[in-house]
């Protein structure tokens, strides 16, 4: 996802209390509702940790928190925006107090990287989950909701808030449908199951796919990739390998073929 000069720049301006009152609430608004441009504000924080001396990287003990880190540094796109960022701050004429000890950022940066790459490697690829999740996370399977002659307050759109990545409003418009009696009730469930996904309550994501499981819609067995990518975006391994397990032991269901070679690349 590109993003253009202005946009690093607000982004480092929030991270730098830079901002106004009505700019940073209006961003904050924006951070709620769009993955991506959470995705992107993330990737700030990290590579703001390893270009900081006192606070270079967050350890927390744990090699699960370091495998999430590389996943973020190794994408195309981070470099992409490492460099610009680099490049936007060599520009700004900064306080001499906030470029102290410039000469050791470039040291501090090889350091975090050999430490990153060392945990990669005493570590195996296939539980680089985070990796995984972004290469089978398709929302474009998501069947359409589009139905011709609609009003602007049924399941329509619903979707047309979920393609402009307005999650917590699809959420809201999925709770009223679902109280109601719908024949595209099914759908309804996966579009808000998805869209708690991406406001990272998997609880409520959980629960949403379960009760399409446990329902007699024909595409009921949907809900078990679906739930599959919730562990997997957790980190949960074994949880995940269970449901797939499932798909796998179901040549009909769907995303079957991925199912088995998901699972292959877990075990």
């Not at 990290?46 to 090699?63: A, N, T």
């Amino acid at each position: 996802m590109e993003k253009d000069e202005s946009e690093y720049e607000l982004i480092a301006r929030y991270f730098n209390n830079g901002m106004t009152s009505e700019e940073q609430l209006s961003f904050e608004e924006r951070l709620q509702n769009s993955s991506s441009l959470r995705e992107w504000v993330e990737i700030y924080k990290d590579l703001d940790r390893v270009h900081d001396e006192k606070d270079w990287i967050y350890f927390k003990g744990d090699p699960e928190v370091l495998k999430k880190e590389l996943a973020l540094f190794q994408s195309k796109e981070a470099k992409v925006f490492s460099n610009r960022l680099k490049t936007w701050r060599q520009e700004q004429k900064e306080d001499t107090s906030k470029i102290k000890k410039y000469w050791l950022r470039p040291l501090i940066t090889a350091v975090a990287a050999t430490l990153l790459i060392a945990v990669f490697l005493l570590y195996p690829k296939n539980d680089d989950l985070p990796s995984l999740y972004n290469q089978y996370n398709n929302w474009n399977d998501l069947p359409s909701l589009t139905v011709k002659g609609t009003d602007k307050n049924t399941v329509a759109q619903l979707e047309r808030s979920f393609k402009s990545e307005d999650y917590r409003d699809v959420i809201k418009r999925a709770q009223v449908l679902l109280k109601t009696p719908n024949n595209a009730t099914p759908q309804i469930r996966l579009y808000q199951g998805v869209s708690y996904i991406e406001v990272a309550s998997y609880d409520e994501a959980i629960a949403t796919f379960n009760a399409l499981i446990q329902s007699d819609a024909i595409d009921f067995h949907k809900g078990y990739w679906y739930k599959a990518l919730v562990f997997l975006k957790q980190g949960q391994k074994e949880n995940c390998q269970k449901v797939l397990e499932i798909i796998v032991a179901n040549p009909t269901y769907f995303k079957h073929q991925e199912a088995k070679r998901l699972l292959k690349k877990l075990n």
